[in-house]
């Protein structure tokens, strides 16, 4: 989204409902914000889940996805909702506590951030489709 676009939107679209949105954040956005609203390090997080600490960083980083069933399970030790986590939409984690992150410059910042995140994967899938493409040629 262009600064432009940012600056003009209402008061009420940068709410934290806003923040955390489908628009600005990604699964892994919300997923680390709600695992550190809860106070817990990736390899906590990840004993209590039953599952790799570097599968923690791959969810939040976006690389992959969580099964349904560790989804449900995470919403519950993090206290939000399975819908947040996914969407944005729901209850999730409380941000009155955080410092004035209303501000149009950090969400442009965390826009900027989810294009680049989303152009580099479209790139990574189109660099895995030359390469299968190369192999069966070679």
């Known amino acids: 989204m262009p600064q432009d676009q940012v600056e003009e939107m209402p008061e009420q679209a940068l709410s934290e409902d806003y923040w955390y949105g489908g628009d600005v954040a990604t699964f892994g956005d919300r ?11 990736p390899g906590e997080f990840a004993k209590r889940l039953g599952v790799k600490k570097s599968t923690i960083i791959a969810w939040e980083e976006d690389l992959s996805e969580p099964r349904a069933n560790r989804l449900s399970m995470m919403a519950g030790l ?8 996914l969407t944005g939409d729901g209850d999730g984690v409380d941000l009155s506590d955080e410092s004035d ?16 995140r989303m152009s580099m994967k479209r790139d990574l899938e189109r660099l895995a489709r030359l390469e299968k493409s190369l192999r069966k040629k070679v």
């Open 31 to 41: 997923l680390a914000a709600a695992r550190e609203a809860a106070g817990l390090k």
């Open 101 to 116: 992150m209303s501000e149009a410059g950090l969400v442009a910042i965390m826009t900027e951030i989810r294009n680049i």
């Open 78 to 85: 993090l206290n939000v909702t399975v819908g947040w986590l």
